[in-house]
C-alpha cells in the first residue's frame, strides 16, 4: 500500500518475490498486487518455501514461525498465484527508472 500511494503512476510494479512470510496479511498483500496493472513478478523465497518448494530448515526461527502461520492463512487462490510465479523474468523493453522503496540504508 505504501509503494501505491506514494507512486501514483507508473509503467510496470515490479516485485522482486516475498510476497508472503513477512506480516500478517499474506492473502490482501497478494490480492493487492494482483489488482496492479502491468505487475511483473517473480517467487521470493518465502514465496517458495509456503509452497514447499524450499525447505524451511534454511530459514531463521522468527521466519519460520511466520511461515507457519502464513501456511495456516493463505487461502487456495493465494497460493495458486504464488505457483504460477516464475523464478527469473527477463525485461525485452525499457520499462523506465526502477525506484526501490526500502528503510533499509543498503
Do not use: M
Request: net charge positive; proline share 4%.
Amino acid at each position: 500500500e505504501a509503494v501505491l500511494k506514494e507512486r501514483k503512476s507508473f509503467n510496470a510494479l515490479v516485485v522482486l518475490g516475498d510476497f508472503v512470510g513477512y506480516g500478517g496479511n499474506p492473502n490482501e498483500c497478494v490480492r493487492l498486487a494482483r489488482s496492479v496493472p502491468n505487475l511483473i513478478a517473480v517467487k521470493g523465497n518465502h514465496d517458495a518455501a509456503l509452497l514447499g518448494e524450499l525447505n524451511k530448515t534454511w530459514f531463521a526461527r522468527h521466519a519460520i514461525k511466520s511461515l507457519v502461520f502464513t501456511e495456516k492463512a493463505s487461502t487456495e487462490d493465494t497460493r495458486n498465484f504464488l505457483k504460477s510465479l516464475p523464478l527469473t523474468v527477463d525485461f525485452q523493453e525499457d520499462i523506465g527508472r526502477l525506484p526501490a522503496f526500502t528503510k533499509s540504508k543498503w
